[in-house]
Every structure is written in C-alpha cells, then in structure tokens.
C-alpha cells in the first residue's frame, strides 16, 4: 500500500468524535446518567422549535 492516500471516512470520524465528547462528559458528570438537555448541549444541538426562532446548532 505504499504510495497510496489513506483514505478517511468524515462522517466515521465526525461519530468517534462526538462519541468521546460524551463519554467525557459522563466520565466527569456527578449524576449517574447525563440527562436529554446535557447530551444535547455536549453534542451542541438544539430542538427544531429554537431553530425556528433564529437559534443556531452550534456555536
């Protein structure tokens, strides 16, 4: 395979990388289960009603 590109897979990597946010987050979060509203705010989304209004899904 000398020679060749590697070849990425962005929405693989794009998941890993979500993943690991969450597991940081759980690893340091006092409660036992991160609630909906963490996981939301971790992954940087918003509901589709807060769109509407002129919100964003990251910063």
């Known amino acids: 395979?000398?020679?060749?590109?590697a070849?990425?897979?962005?929405?693989?990597?794009?998941?890993?990388?979500l993943?690991?946010?969450l597991i940081i987050a759980a690893s340091t979060a006092d409660e036992e289960?991160?609630?909906?509203?963490?996981?939301?705010?971790?992954?940087r989304v918003s509901d589709p009603e807060s769109r509407a209004?002129?919100?964003t899904d990251r910063d």
């Open 19 to 21: 993943c690991g946010e």
């Open 53 to 55: 209004m002129g919100g």
């Open 1 to 5: 395979m000398a020679g060749k590109a």
């Open 33 to 43: 289960r991160l609630s909906p509203s963490r996981i939301d705010e971790v992954l």
């Open 7 to 17: 070849v990425h897979d962005h929405v693989a990597l794009a998941e890993i990388e």
